[in-house]
């Protein structure tokens, strides 16, 4: 080549060059994407690229900011909090001669749901056992529902944007049956309740364990967590198996933090009134150790708090249903029990659900009793929430008596078929219900409910220590509740006696 065609060459890739960056455009976060929805009353980030130093400007429901793309090219403005509105308004982005617009964008209260494959399972899946859903399908012309599915692949490091635009769809009877069951009777019973639109941001992903949707910097809150980030930081995942308190981490889809940094990281500056979760399969099946869930379920709701700067964010989660896959099962409802405890969390029991396999098919209920805990705590409803909650026992002689919060409208017990309000029993015994003694062997036990507490003995063991109540993989005909039609939760008045051995049967 002659030294004044290479010239000439360079030249053209210099042109080229500047031109490029004379008209780079202008974009904005994936997450905002046509149809979607914002949290009302709350500051609004609305965020994304351009060249160093571009002015870019914002338009929405009247208001009009502006920011200048700093030297790593990111440019963020904040608006100010607005009303719910069903309307759906543009939202328009402009640099240059370049406009972006974001079309039918609504106001009302947008929510994370997320964990494994009881989240994931959709509504349409939920029509194999249920024929009732049917009818919910075809009723399901609601245009204020919004749902957008996240399913990004795992990542080491924190990403700054979704790999792709978000799709955000409106809900109708033939968009439906691809929504999460469990986050789609959440969701309609809100707008039911507020009427005003519902957004639905759905992070799952089946088979998974928590493990990878804790934040980073939330696992340095228990040694067992701070053992699996270094094994994690390692990719080995044989030693987070045989860890106490570790996981069976198949692929980097089960690794610390590496769902959080794809799924979560990128979208954390969307504003949102909360979060919900159900997830537990993937920490206690077979051959998995269920020990520290507490723990672990602890560090995401701390670690999405800070990650979503919301100290307060509430998190509201399910816990794991009657039908079961292994010995830890029992063993991790007890510790999804004790994390319930955290500020602005809540237990959703769904041990009295109908349903085979690790998958029951009703999550009308769950959805439901998962909307009862944010229309209380968060939008002021007078409505029950909760199931009662083991408090403390008082041992007198042979009898342990057991006090509940969640009682206060009296305890009975009932039986629920399908997805039908549970009737009172009253000539009905109480079941599952065991006690121990010092030397540690559990012996089946009689209960008999005395206003707002349970009394329990057994004519085997004469100095009780402690009661348990459902503590069995697949335990049948849980039927404590509240008068409020809500069930006990599974409990262990003394958890420190429930020692797992996943090489022992429990």
């Not at 964008?105 to 009732?132: F, P, R």
């Not at 109708?172 to 019973?189: D, E, I, K, L, N």
């Not at 969307?270 to 919900?276: D, K, S």
């Not at 041990?351 to 209380?376: E, F, S, Y």
């Amino acid at each position: 080549m002659s030294k004044s065609l290479a010239r000439v060459l360079a030249l053209i890739v210099c042109l080229f060059s500047i031109t490029s960056q004379a008209v780079a455009e202008v974009r904005i976060a994936n997450i905002f994407a046509d149809h979607m929805v914002l949290q009302r009353d709350k500051p609004l980030r609305i965020w994304g690229w351009a060249d160093p130093g571009d002015q870019v400007q914002i338009e929405f429901a009247g208001q009009v900011a502006t920011a200048t793309a700093d030297q790593n090219g990111a440019w963020e403005v904040t608006l100010q909090p607005l009303a719910a509105s069903a309307e759906g308004r543009p939202l328009r982005v402009a640099s240059g001669d370049k406009t972006i617009v974001v079309n039918d964008v609504l106001v009302g209260e947008v929510w994370h749901a997320s964990g494994q494959s009881n989240m994931a399972m959709n509504v349409g899946a939920m029509t194999a056992e249920l024929e009732s859903v049917k009818v919910d399908i075809a009723a399901a012309d609601l245009p204020a529902l919004r749902f957008c599915r996240i399913n990004e692949g795992e990542s080491k490091a924190p990403q700054s944007d979704l790999s792709r635009p978000a799709s955000w769809t409106v809900c109708t009877p033939t968009t439906v049956p691809g929504f999460s069951g469990a986050a789609f009777y959440f969701a309609r019973r809100l707008n039911h309740e507020l009427g005003v639109p519902i957004g639905i941001i759905d992070s799952s992903r089946g088979g998974t364990p928590i493990e990878p949707f804790i934040p980073r910097a939330a696992f340095t809150s228990h040694p067992t967590l701070q053992r699996e980030l270094e094994l994690g930081d390692a990719e080995d995942l044989a030693a987070i198996w045989r860890l106490k308190g570790g996981v069976q981490a198949r692929d980097a889809n089960w690794l610390p933090g590496r769902l959080f940094n794809s799924r979560m990281a990128p979208i954390t500056r969307l504003a949102a009134r909360g979060a919900i979760w159900y997830q537990g399969e993937s920490n206690s099946g077979v051959q998995e150790d269920p020990r520290d869930y507490q723990f672990k379920m602890q560090a995401l709701i701390s670690g999405w708090r800070a990650a979503l700067e919301n100290e307060t964010l509430p998190v509201y989660f399910a816990q794991l249903p009657g039908s079961g896959a292994g010995a830890g099962w029992p063993y991790l409802r007890e510790q999804q029990r004790l994390a319930a405890d955290f500020p602005n969390s809540g237990l959703v029991v769904t041990i009295d659900l109908d349903g085979p396999g690790i998958h029951p098919a009703n999550k009308v209920d769950v959805g439901q009793r998962l909307a009862r805990w944010a229309l209380a705590k968060d939008y002021g409803k007078q409505i029950a929430f909760s199931g009662p909650l083991f408090d403390r026992q008082e041992i007198q002689g042979n009898d342990i008596v057991l006090h509940f919060r969640y009682a206060e409208s009296g305890l009975m017990t009932a039986d629920k078929e399908g997805l039908a309000q549970p009737q009172e029993t009253p000539e009905a015994k109480l079941s599952h219900f065991e006690v121990t003694d010092k030397a540690g062997q559990w012996r089946p036990a009689h209960a008999k409910i005395e206003g707002e507490t349970v009394v329990v003995h057994s004519p085997d063991v004469a100095a009780p220590i402690a009661v348990r109540y459902a503590y069995a993989v697949t335990p049948e005909n849980c039927n404590l509740y509240n008068r409020d039609g809500l069930p006990a939760a599974p409990f262990c008045s003394q958890p420190q006696l429930l020692v797992y051995d996943p090489n022992l049967p429990q």
